[in-house]
T-cell receptor
Framework: GESVGLHLPTLSVQEGDNSIINCAYSNSASDYFIWYKQESGKGPQFIIDIRSNMDKRQGQRVTVLLNKTVKHLSLQIAATQPGDSAVYFCAENQAGTALIFGKGTTLSVSS | DAGITQSPRHKVTETGTPVTLRCHQTENHRYMYWYRQDPGHGLRLIHYSYGVKDTDKGEVSDGYSVSRSKTEDFLLTLESATSSQTSVYFC????????????FGPGTRLTVL
C-alpha cells in the first residue's frame, strides 16, 4: 500500500550545522503533512505542519518544504543544537482516513 | 503533552489476562486515537473515536476494543493479552480529524509475558 517513507534512517550533524531531513510520500491525494519529533521515552511532539496549497512554511528555527511534483517533503533545522537530537517522523493525511506515519529518521547532534 | 494523560505508564501482565489502558484529555477535542509503536513499524493506528460512543477501526485493530463514554476519556482494552501485544501505546487527540494536528500523550509501555 501507499505509505510515507524517509530517505535515511539516521543523520549525524555537528552542533551549529543546518540539518535537512527528507520524506517521500506516494499518495497524491494527501493534502496535509506534519513533522513530529520524538525524544527517547516520550510521545511524539508536533513541530510544524503544511497544507498542500503551500510549498513552504517557517517556524522557529524550522522550515518545511513541500514539493508536490515529486511528492517530497523536507524538514530543515537551522543551527542544530544537541537538544534537537531525537527521532523525526513525517506524517501525511490521506483524505478520509487517519494520519499515516513514516518510520522516522534519527538525528544525532554532536557538540 | 497538550493536556493528555495516559494510565498506567508502565504495565507488566501475563498472557491471557485482560488489560485496560486509559487516555484522558482536558482539551475537549472531538477526536481521540490509539496507536502502537514497535521497532521497524513506526506508529500504527489501532482504533479511533470521532465522538462519544462513536469509534472505528484502524490498521491493526484485531485483539483490541475501545470505548468512549465521555468526551475526555478513551479506553483501550486487550480482552486477552498476547505477547505480540507487547508494545508502547500512545493516545492522541485532534479537534478536526485527520486534516488537523494530532497531539500525543506520554505513552504506556506494556509488556505481556
Amino acid at each position: 500500500g501507499e505509505s510515507v517513507g524517509l530517505h535515511l534512517p539516521t543523520l549525524s550533524v555537528q552542533e551549529g550545522d543546518n540539518s535537512i531531513i527528507n520524506c517521500a510520500y506516494s499518495n497524491s491525494a494527501s493534502d496535509y503533512f506534519i513533522w513530529y519529533k520524538q525524544e527517547s521515552g516520550k510521545g511524539p511532539q508536533f513541530i510544524i505542519d503544511i497544507r498542500s496549497n503551500m510549498d513552504k512554511r517557517q517556524g522557529q528555527r524550522v522550515t518545511v518544504l513541500l514539493n508536490k511534483t515529486v511528492k517530497h517533503l523536507s524538514l530543515q533545522i537551522a543551527a542544530t543544537q544537541p537538544g534537537d537530537s531525537a527521532v523525526y517522523f513525517c506524517a501525511e493525511n490521506q483524505a478520509g482516513t487517519a494520519l499515516i506515519f513514516g518510520k522516522g529518521t534519527t538525528l544525532s547532534v554532536s557538540s | 503533552d497538550a493536556g493528555i494523560t495516559q494510565s498506567p505508564r508502565h504495565k507488566v501482565t501475563e498472557t491471557g489476562t485482560p488489560v485496560t489502558l486509559r487516555c484522558h484529555q482536558t482539551e475537549n477535542h472531538r477526536y481521540m486515537y490509539w496507536y502502537r509503536q514497535d521497532p521497524g513499524h513506526g506508529l500504527r493506528l489501532i482504533h479511533y473515536s470521532y465522538g462519544v460512543k462513536d469509534t472505528d477501526k484502524g490498521e491493526v485493530s484485531d485483539g483490541y476494543s475501545v470505548s468512549r463514554s465521555k468526551t475526555e476519556d478513551f479506553l483501550l482494552t486487550l480482552e486477552s493479552a498476547t505477547s505480540s501485544q507487547t508494545s508502547v501505546y500512545f493516545c492522541a487527540i485532534s479537534s478536526s480529524g485527520s486534516t488537523d494536528t494530532q497531539y500525543f500523550g506520554p505513552g504506556t509501555r506494556l509488556t505481556v509475558l
